[in-house]
């Protein structure tokens, strides 16, 4: 991979230098201040970056912002950024994490930690890679023979990237931040779910584009629905949303989902073909996260995504029964 990183302490530029000579099969690149980082970003061309290392403390450009800046580029929209700082306290992780961190690795860091932390980021770009090709296979055969190649193209478990949307992460992301929580005291936070409805007929009817415009507008309603309280989500494939809210604010899901239900029954989405699409989701348990360790954390995000995905089953099943009702009778 080729690395940026950016501190303004050249002795742990000269560590990690140090460092990624020793675990090899990598390129750095170092920048001491933000807007040096952004000057050799601009000038890389279309080779780029694949990972970027940035501390949070430095004078005039601070590492949230020079991710968010990052995160501006279309090019490096999704490329991992892992905040290597002395910086613990939670609203900093918070930050770091909402700005479009990937991980968060507090200084002073071992070398097998930060060498388990690359390797995952190294995964990471090599599924994106694979991923991005099977795009640009799909659209490629879409514009020369198949105007409506289907989502199938793609795994419904696929993850998509949502853009500009607020308090919105990747999932991997918020793997780690979980784990953060979980490394410190939880805060009073809690986690919890959405699944969109038929979400299977949904991938099978539309394009690989509009599938992915499908999550990314269903992503936008619930954010404005949960706006006002502190919180970061994910798209965890399937059609589910995983949220993590703070501030000892656990949600009533049940007028959460009608909230959200009539944002979307009042948002008119359609396909290209112009037909219209019934969206609705259905919610599942709120689960509190105070004083749980990694495991039963994970364990907890797990169980709150699979709740999520029962209720939306389950209502599938009420709507079938009540369809079938009238024949048995």
């Known amino acids: 991979m080729r690395i940026l990183a950016v501190d303004d302490d050249p002795i742990i530029l000269e560590l990690l230098a140090q460092f990624v000579e020793f675990v090899g099969g990598h390129e750095l690149v170092t920048a001491t201040s933000g807007q040096e980082a952004i000057q050799l970003v601009k000038s890389s061309g279309k080779s780029g970056f694949d990972c970027f290392l940035f501390d949070i403390q430095m004078p005039q450009m601070d590492g949230i912002e020079l991710t968010q800046n990052i995160r501006d580029m279309a090019q490096h929209a999704d490329t991992p950024v892992l905040m290597l700082t002395a910086m613990s306290d939670k609203r900093y992780i918070d930050a770091a994490f909402a700005a479009g961190a990937t991980d968060y690795v507090t200084k002073p860091f071992e070398v097998t930690e930060l060498t388990a932390r690359l390797r995952l980021v190294e995964d990471l770009v090599k599924t994106r890679r694979i991923r991005t090709k099977k795009i640009f296979a799909t659209q490629s055969r ?8 289907l989502a199938s193209k793609l795994e419904l ?116 073909s112009g037909q ?3 969206v609705r989701v259905s919610a599942g348990d709120a689960i509190r996260l105070i004083w749980k360790s990694e495991n039963s954390v994970m364990e907890a995000v797990s169980a709150a995504y699979l709740s999520a995905e029962a209720a939306s089953a389950a209502h599938e099943r ?11 009778a």
């Not at 020369?144 to 190649?149: E, G, H, L, S, W």
């Not at 009420?318 to 048995?328: E, I």
């Open 157 to 272: 478990h696929d993850p998509v990237s949502i853009y500009d949307v607020d308090n919105v992460i990747e999932y991997p992301a918020m793997e780690n931040y979980v784990r953060q929580l979980a490394r410190g005291s939880m805060f009073g936070s809690s986690t919890f779910a959405f699944t969109v409805r038929k979400i299977a007929e949904h991938h099978a009817h539309l394009s690989a584009a509009e599938f992915a415009f499908l999550i990314s507008d269903v992503a936008e309603v619930i954010s404005d629905t949960l706006a006002g309280h502190q919180f970061l989500m994910a798209y965890a494939g399937s059609g589910t949303f995983v949220c993590v809210t703070e501030s000892g604010w656990r949600p009533d899901m049940a007028p959460m989902m009608d909230a959200i239900n009539l944002s979307l029954s009042r948002t008119e989405l359609f396909d290209n």
């Open 142 to 149: 879409s514009a020369q023979a198949q105007p409506n190649v």
């Open 276 to 278: 219209q699409l019934y």
């Open 318 to 328: 009420s709507m079938n029964d009540l369809w079938l009702s009238p024949q048995r």
